[in-house]
């Protein structure tokens, strides 16, 4: 089979996670790489990282492409989507959190790109997508949103759990890394939640999260009777998905982790956590989450804590990269 061309618009966090782990997959082929910075800056980024390691390939600027091996990667610094030639592309990869409606990926389409996949939630005009969720509804539709991760890791664990115990109604707390969106010291920041105008390495900030209108759109029975709250953490990688949820079935805590641990295996995304690991210790996972069956709880029998651990920013790449495989 020929290999799957893609090309990634946006070469940020997720981008570069997705440009490692595709690289060495013979089922992709990189074709093109588009952010608005400097070339030597992307070659740089992705040649080190301060999570990740340095890259095990030497990475080399050759005027407008990127050296890796044999191959030659082009490099484009366009902001403006009318002017980027996609003849040729399979999929555009849209890591770069500006674009999230119809209207604005359409020139993507029209200068040649056959499909693209945004990297987070989208404007209601675009289907989602998530493995092991719904990815084999796919319909063909030339532009869909893989969600967030935090959609990756929640949405397998809730069908899990639905599916074993009935999930009536629940909250979802994530205790997540900082991210480039917030700021290192305080300042002033675009945002409505002024909290994001406060130093990420120095403070605990409880922030709002897409997790719930997401879980919506794919468990319509819950709707409204869901919640969910990121907290940003002072870590540079990594999340801990705290869900407690009420359920129709009583279960205990034995039985309930025996179930999990036997019914996992039908999802993909979903992993087991070694006993006291901590956040550190799942860097570089590729599952949308590891659960941490020794932190499960059941109280009453009808109300249960399931907690997971995720690296958000390799987990979820890896996870849209399997979409790709299922929907090509």
């Not at 799957?4 to 946006?10: C, D, K, Q, S």
């Not at 608005?36 to 407008?64: A, N």
């Not at 492409?65 to 996609?86: S, V, Y």
């Not at 604005?104 to 996949?117: K, M």
Request: neutral net charge; glycine residues 6%; proline residues 5%.
């Amino acid at each position: 089979m020929k290999p799957i061309r893609i090309f990634i618009n946006g070469f940020g966090r997720i981008g570069r996670a997705i440009f490692r782990i595709a690289f060495d997959d013979p089922v992709f082929e990189i074709v093109g790489i588009n952010d608005i910075y400097d070339f030597e800056q992307m070659r740089r980024l992705l040649q080190y990282d301060s999570v990740y390691g340095t890259y095990k390939y030497p990475v080399f600027q050759e005027g407008d492409a990127l050296r890796i091996k044999d191959q030659a990667i082009p490099l484009f610094c366009e902001a403006d989507p009318t002017k980027l030639r996609l003849e040729g592309v399979d999929l555009l990869l849209q890591c770069t959190g500006l674009f999230l409606d119809r209207k604005s990926n359409q020139p993507y389409l029209d200068n040649g790109a056959e499909t693209i996949i945004i990297s987070a939630p989208a404007s209601p005009d675009i289907p989602t997508y998530v493995t092991d969720i719904n990815h084999k509804s796919y319909r063909n539709e030339p532009i869909i949103s893989a969600s967030s991760c935090s959609s990756a890791a929640i949405l397998p664990i809730l069908k899990l759990t639905d599916n074993l115990v009935g999930v009536q109604e629940g909250s979802f707390s994530m205790f997540h890394s900082y991210t480039a969106y917030q700021k290192l010291l305080d300042v002033k920041h675009y945002s409505k939640d002024i909290r994001r105008a406060r130093s990420a390495t120095q403070n605990i900030q409880p922030l709002q999260s897409s997790a719930q209108q997401e879980a919506e759109k794919f468990f319509p029975h819950l709707k409204g009777k869901l919640y969910a709250k990121s907290i940003r953490v002072p870590v540079d990688a990594c999340t801990l998905y705290d869900l407690t949820l009420k359920i129709a079935h009583h279960t205990t805590q034995e039985a309930l982790n025996q179930k999990l641990q036997e019914q996992m295996n039908n999802f993909g995304a979903l992993g087991l956590a070694d006993p006291f690991c901590v956040s550190r210790d799942i860097i570089g996972s590729p599952c949308g989450a590891l659960l941490d069956l020794s932190l499960t709880q059941v109280i009453g029998g009808d109300l249960i804590k399931i907690m997971a651990w995720q690296d958000n920013e390799y987990g979820y790449a890896y996870q849209l990269l399997r979409l790709v495989k299922e929907i090509a």
